[in-house]
């Protein structure tokens, strides 16, 4: 994984070879970082693949696609012609285009576990806990799983009276009978 800064550096290397640059002379010969922004907003080029802190990190992906946009740009094409012929690329096909040299393609260390966001949408479903409420007096309610019995239910208003106390003390209860 890279920087935003590493990642020009070596997108700036990888174009040494083969390239020309944009014929019109309107666009940079290298992508700078306000333009690899822009390119994430629109899809051009995927987003980070993480974060540490507030730097995004960047992977061999997004060497590819920068390589293959400038060398595409090169041949005159538009960012429009080139967001659609590559919408989907694979990586292959992005390195097939870029024609970047294996020694830029090594990533570096791989972010730590935790600057990775979770995916909480592909975890599996957890399964369902029912919950039942225990009533106490002034109007607390303590939550269960399962189904207490009445003797769990006077056991647990019997360890809950300290909970209780506090909270009359503090005013927090809707109704206290005096204990």
């Avoid at 994984?1 to 997108?11: A, C, I, K």
């Avoid at 094409?77 to 292959?92: K, P, V």
Wanted: include cysteine.
């Amino acid at each position: 994984m890279w920087t935003l800064d590493e990642l020009l550096e070596r997108v700036s290397a990888a174009l040494t070879a083969e390239y020309s640059g944009a014929p019109n002379g309107r666009v940079r010969d290298v992508p700078d970082r306000r333009a690899v922004r822009w390119y994430a907003t629109t899809g051009l080029v995927d987003r980070p693949s993480a974060m540490r802190g507030r730097t995004a990190l960047y992977d061999r992906r997004h060497l590819l696609q920068l390589v293959a946009v400038k060398r595409l740009q090169s041949e005159g094409r538009t960012l429009a012609e080139i967001q659609a012929s590559l919408a989907g690329a694979t990586d292959a096909t992005l390195a097939e285009i870029a024609r970047v040299p294996d020694g830029l393609l090594e990533s570096g260390d791989p972010p730590p576990a935790s600057s990775v966001r979770p995916r909480f949408w592909a975890e599996p479903a957890r399964p369902a806990v029912a919950l039942n409420g225990v009533a106490l007096e002034g109007g607390v309610v303590v939550l269960v799983p399962g189904s207490p019995s009445a003797a769990d239910c006077a056991d647990i208003a019997a360890a809950a009276r300290p909970l209780l106390d506090l909270l009359a003390a503090r005013g927090l209860l809707t109704e206290r009978e005096p204990s």
